[in-house]
Structure formats: C-alpha cells, structure tokens
C-alpha cells in the first residue's frame, strides 16, 4: 500500500514536471520572458480557457515545446502566432481578429444583449396595455356623469 502511494506521488511529480514551462533553456532572459508572454497569448485547445502559460494538459506541453523551438530557429513572434492559427485556426488566439468567421464572437454578446433589451420592453409594453383597463359604453356614460356631477 505505502509503495503504491509513493509510486503515484512520484508520477504526479513528473507530471507537474512536465508542464512546466520553466524546464526550457534560453539564450537571455528577454527569451524567456517572449516566451512567456507567447505562452499567456495562446489558448490551451484542451482546457480552452486556460492560456498554454497556465495549463498542464498534455496538447499545452506540446505546443510550449513547438514555441520553444520555433523561437531557437529564429522565428519572430508573428511568425510563430501564425504557424499556430495555420495549424489550429483563430481558436488558439485569446484575441482572434474581427473577420467574418469571427464576427458572432465579437459581436454576438452585444446583439444578445439588444435583442434581450427589446424582448424586455415589447413585454413591458404589452404588460401595461392589458393592465389599462378598457370601459364599456355604459361604464364610459356612467364615468362621464360621475365626473359632471363632481364639477357641479
């Protein structure tokens, strides 16, 4: 039982090992910090609302390892942010460009949030019509003579 618990603390240990990102060696400290700042650009496809900084699945390793290496043969930001959008689509991007496959995720909230505001005041409207209450001929003639009775 105790050799069990070890054994599967020291696979968690590597796990963790695994995904982090400081495991990769850079010529400089601005490397690092170009990757990083790549890292928390780019979404995990596995976690999807996880930036590759900040995620332990598998596919993030992979795509850290990807970064990595594209930046040691020289790529520039761009050219590696591309690569990727090539490769997963503007999925991987936290801040995908404003295009026409994009545009119900840009504006799509804002939309709802009109049609939900129109949606509230038609009922509002209706609400108040079939609060109103609607008289009669003879109820209009009874009013009338309530009223004229009330000037006198």
């Keep these: ?5 070890l054994l599967v603390i020291a696979l968690m240990g590597t796990q963790a090992f ?13 490397q690092a910090a170009r990757f990083q700042q790549l890292a928390e650009e780019l979404r995990c496809l ?13 596919l993030a390793g ?3 390892r990807e970064i990595h290496q ?5 790529a520039t930001n761009e050219e590696i942010v591309d690569f990727l959008v090539q490769r997963y689509g503007d999925f991987v991007l936290y801040r995908p460009p ?10 799509g909230p804002a939309l709802l949030l009109v ?15 079939s609060l109103t209450p609607t008289l009669s001929e003879a ?4 009013m009338a003579k309530l009223l004229e009775e009330e000037d006198l």
């Design 1 to 5: 039982m105790i050799r069990m618990l």
């Design 18 to 30: 695994a995904a982090d990102p400081a495991i990769f060696e850079f010529d400089d400290p601005t």
């Design 46 to 58: 596995v976690c999807q609302n996880q930036s590759l900084a900040d995620s332990h699945a598998d």
């Design 62 to 64: 992979d795509l850290r």
């Design 70 to 74: 594209k930046m040691q043969q020289g």
């Design 98 to 107: 404003v295009r026409p496959t994009t545009y119900l995720l840009w504006f």
């Design 115 to 129: 049609l939900g505001f129109g949606v509230f005041i038609v009922s509002m409207r209706r609400r108040n019509q």
């Design 139 to 142: 109820e209009h003639r009874r």
